[in-house]
Nanobody
Framework: QVQLLESGGGSVQAGGSLRLSCAAS????????IGWFRQAPGKEREGVAA????????SYAASVKGRFTISQDNAKKTVDLQMNSLKPEDSAMYYC??????????????????WGEGTQVTVSS
């Protein structure tokens, strides 16, 4: 079993920054895929960024590339999402998710087995 706990959400004005953290525990190992997803009202959950734990590999949605950065700390088993130049359209519930090493589509929701409960991000204009 894998447990995921998100933190760092909040309210910020457009152009501001937030840093989200995902703390993983349990059966998480090198090669597992960890992703950040978001879901806004009326929209389906979408992949934002992902990384394979223990590997220098990252994926980003086109809408956040250049503004968001995903990083990991192997020892602490944490995965952070630094969000800069935030826009109102970034407002959503953000979720951390974990999949196994067979994940081929790291930004696809169906690839992930474990999910955190989410942290709210609200960006005002």
């Amino acid at each position: 079993q894998v447990q995921l706990l998100e933190s760092g959400g909040g309210s910020v004005q457009a152009g501001g920054s937030l840093r989200l953290s995902c703390a993983a525990s349990g059966s998480i190992y090198r090669g597992n895929c960890i992703g950040w997803f978001r879901q806004a009202p009326g929209k389906e959950r979408e992949g934002v960024a992902a990384t394979y734990f223990g590997f220098d590999v990252t994926s980003y949605a086109a809408s956040v590339k250049g503004r968001f950065t995903i990083s990991q700390d192997n020892a602490k088993k944490t995965v952070d999402l630094q969000m800069n130049s935030l826009k109102p359209e970034d407002s959503a519930m953000y979720y951390c998710a974990a999949g196994d090493s067979t994940v081929a589509g790291p930004l696809q929701t169906y690839e992930y087995e474990y999910w955190g409960e989410g942290t709210q991000v609200t960006v005002s204009s």
